[in-house]
């Protein structure tokens, strides 16, 4: 079956997602072995995992793959996955890499942390567009969300403030400072196609500049009504007699 839209929030980081006794082990020409062969594990005959296969110990790229596996060619998908899908290496960054290629990532946003009763790792969304509209072709929207939140004692929350002003700026489709970002692909791909958002949004706050000859002027000034304080203090104690 395939459907319009799909929308999940797989386990995050799901180990053992495949059996490892599958896997034949292949050896070089003096018997020493050499990298696992996932050919049984990939050759899936839904065909879900046509961008490769994911570590044994992280099955988040195996759930969003599935899932993209069942969009209609029109289709649409959201998935709650951990951060370390946007930017790890190996399988993983070349399963990255193709559905980068294919052109059918809309958005990252990156949620607060502790949202989650099973964790308190910030979390990420993903939207997979397999029709991106015009504007978005070879482009991708990442929205920092990540300070936007009611915190609790023992887990976060968001409110309808903090939804809201999130699919506004979707939806606008804007750059706004320090929150939304839409970058063109080839920014991506200078970035070998990782997809943590801190490489794209600037949320840094900028220090006050100091004016060090004020600054060096007032500690002057201090300094002089620290000694006015003393010697009044001084001539206190010798009328005490101290």
């Given at each position: 079956?395939i459907?319009?839209?799909?929308?999940?929030?797989?386990?995050?980081?799901?180990?053992?997602?495949w059996d490892?006794?599958?896997v034949?082990?292949?050896?070089?020409?003096?018997g020493k072995?050499?990298?696992?062969?996932?050919n049984?594990?990939?050759?899936?005959?839904?065909?879900?995992?046509?961008?490769?296969?994911?570590?044994?110990?992280?099955?988040?790229l195996?759930?969003?793959?599935h899932?993209?596996?069942?969009?209609?060619?029109?289709?649409?998908?959201?998935?709650?996955?951990?951060?370390?899908?946007?930017?790890?290496?190996?399988s993983?960054?070349?399963?990255?890499?193709?559905i980068l290629?294919?052109?059918?990532?809309?958005?990252?946003?990156g949620?607060?942390?502790?949202?989650?009763y099973?964790t308190?790792?910030?979390a990420s969304?993903?939207?997979?567009?397999?029709?991106?509209p015009?504007?978005?072709?070879?482009?991708v929207?990442?929205?920092?969300?990540?300070?936007?939140?009611?915190?609790?004692?023992?887990?976060?929350?968001?409110?309808?403030?903090?939804?809201?002003?999130?699919?506004?700026?979707?939806?606008a489709g804007?750059?706004?400072?320090?929150?939304?970002?839409?970058?063109d692909?080839?920014?991506?791909?200078?970035?070998d196609?990782?997809l943590?958002i801190?490489r794209?949004?600037?949320?840094?706050v900028l220090?006050?500049e100091i004016?060090?000859a004020?600054?060096?002027?007032?500690i002057?000034n201090?300094?002089?009504?620290?000694k006015?304080?003393?010697?009044k203090?001084?001539?206190?104690?010798k009328e005490?007699g101290?």
């Amino acid at each position: 079956m395939i459907f319009d839209r799909v929308i999940a929030n797989p386990p995050f980081s799901q180990n053992k997602w495949w059996d490892a006794a599958e896997v034949e082990v292949k050896t070089d020409d003096k018997g020493k072995e050499t990298a696992p062969n996932y050919n049984k594990v990939v050759s899936d005959s839904y065909g879900r995992f046509s961008y490769g296969i994911p570590p044994r110990g992280y099955a988040d790229l195996a759930f969003l793959q599935h899932m993209i596996s069942v969009l209609k060619h029109d289709g649409k998908l959201g998935i709650v996955l951990p951060h370390g899908v946007l930017f790890r290496g190996g399988s993983e960054g070349k399963i990255r890499e193709g559905i980068l290629k294919d052109d059918i990532l809309e958005a990252v946003v990156g949620l607060p942390s502790k949202l989650f009763y099973n964790t308190g790792i910030p979390a990420s969304i993903l939207i997979v567009n397999k029709s991106k509209p015009s504007k978005l072709k070879n482009r991708v929207i990442f929205i920092d969300a990540s300070k936007d939140f009611k915190e609790g004692k023992n887990q976060n929350s968001l409110e309808d403030e903090h939804v809201k002003k999130v699919v506004d700026a979707y939806d606008a489709g804007t750059d706004v400072e320090k929150f939304m970002r839409i970058v063109d692909m080839k920014e991506i791909q200078k970035n070998d196609y990782n997809l943590n958002i801190a490489r794209y949004i600037d949320t840094s706050v900028l220090e006050e500049e100091i004016d060090l000859a004020a600054t060096l002027e007032e500690i002057k000034n201090i300094e002089l009504k620290e000694k006015e304080i003393d010697d009044k203090l001084a001539g206190y104690l010798k009328e005490l007699g101290l």
